[in-house]
Every structure is written in structure tokens, then in C-alpha cells.
T-cell receptor, first 110, second 114 residues
């Protein structure tokens, strides 16, 4: 079983739409969770960390559900510039490794 | 500016040749990592290092070697034993202590076979 699993999409949504991605992880002892954004042929860039109580950064909201072992990312009022691949990342319980999902592709359409 | 610098941006390897990818960081991070990304796929861990003069194999270490002689530097050598080296190589670093510390990435090296 993979450490981290994501729906690869693609998700094609109109501008202004709300879109949500989920990601499941296998190790219940994992402590740290992140969402990264990766543009085509570029390096991943940290979008936001995911905190136990959930957290929001502008149009982006991240949630953690420990009981079901998933994290989610909600994007409100989608912009064309949100088009990218979104990577779910989970830290190992020992903290010395990071496990990446394969990414979810989002295209925001005018 | 603080960050992670990878070089070169593009690299071409001939058959039987070893090539070395450079990764330097001035973030004073303890840990450094090398990943490989193939088209349409996720990141796979090649090697990581948590401290100078120590490193650990990741999931796909065969055909690769690393060194960590300085905290700031973690070069990756792609040896001739790696039969399918064409990929996007990403170096990352992170703080080890403090909890919830993310990784930061360099802008990558694209390696192709001539």
C-alpha cells in the first residue's frame, strides 16, 4: 500500500468555482502534513502546512481528519493562475522522510 | 537571498559516463534530500542525509551515489550503472527539529541521455 494516495484528476473547473482535493495516508502515526503546488516543469513549492485544527490562507483551506487518515485542500473562487498540480505530502513519524502523493492536476478554465 | 541552488539546469549524459549534480543550500538546514521525478509521476526518494558525513538510501538508490562533506552541500552522482537516468532531479532541504517543518526545493536539474 502506498504511503500517500491522491486522485490524479484531472480536475477541470470554471473560474470562480470551488474545488476540493482529498489525500489519504497509511501511517496513523504521521505527524506533519503539507500541500505543495507544482507548475509544469518546475519544482514543487509549499502552498501550506496542514494543522490539526485546520487552517486557512486566503482562498485556500486545509483540513486534517486523523480518524479517517486523510487531508483535504479546498480552493474557493478559483483563478486561472491556480492551474497546477497539487501534491499532498506526509512526514514519516520519525520526521526523517517525506512521502509524496502523485499529485492532482487542476485546470481552471476561463 | 537564502535558498537552494541546483546546477546545472540541464545536463546530458553519454553512455558509460558518470555525471554529478550539484545542490547547495544556505538555509542552515540539517537535512538534505534527492528525489527523482519522471513525467506524470510523483517524487521518488533517492538518498537523504540528516547530518554531515552521514546519509541513507531512499527507495531508488541503485545507480546513484552521494556525499555530505559539508552541511551546505549534497552532490548526487548518477553513475553508469543507472540505466534509465533521464528524469527531473530535485534537491530539497529541511529543518529536522521543531515539528511540522516542510521541505524546500531547488529548481531542479533535467538529465537526458545523448
Amino acid at each position: 500500500r502506498k504511503e500517500v494516495e491522491q486522485d490524479p484528476g484531472p480536475f477541470n473547473v470554471p473560474e470562480g468555482a470551488t474545488v476540493a482535493f482529498n489525500c489519504t495516508y497509511s501511517n496513523s502515526a504521521s505527524q506533519s502534513f503539507f500541500w505543495y503546488r507544482q507548475d509544469c516543469r518546475k519544482e514543487p513549492k509549499l502552498l501550506m502546512s496542514v494543522y490539526s485544527s485546520g487552517n486557512e490562507d486566503g482562498r485556500f483551506t486545509a483540513q486534517l481528519n486523523r480518524a479517517s487518515q486523510y487531508i483535504s485542500l479546498l480552493i474557493r473562487d478559483s483563478k486561472l493562475s491556480d492551474s497546477a498540480t497539487y501534491l499532498c505530502v506526509v512526514n514519516s513519524p520519525t520526521g526523517n522522510q517525506f512521502y509524496f502523493g502523485t499529485g492532482t492536476s487542476l485546470t481552471v478554465i476561463p | 537571498d537564502g535558498g537552494i541552488t541546483q546546477s546545472p539546469k540541464y545536463l546530458f549524459r553519454k553512455e558509460g559516463q558518470n555525471v554529478t549534480l550539484s545542490c547547495e543550500q544556505n538555509l542552515n538546514h540539517d537535512a538534505m534530500y534527492w528525489y527523482r521525478q519522471d513525467p506524470g509521476q510523483g517524487l521518488r526518494l533517492i538518498y537523504y542525509s540528516q547530518i554531515v558525513n552521514d546519509f541513507q538510501k531512499g527507495d531508488i538508490a541503485e545507480g546513484y551515489s552521494v556525499s555530505r562533506e559539508k552541511k551546505e552541500s549534497f552532490p548526487l552522482t548518477v553513475t553508469s550503472a543507472q540505466k534509465n537516468p533521464t528524469a527531473f532531479y530535485l534537491c530539497a532541504s529541511s529543518i529536522l527539529r521543531g515539528g511540522n517543518q516542510p521541505q524546500h526545493f531547488g529548481d531542479g536539474t533535467r538529465l537526458s541521455i545523448l
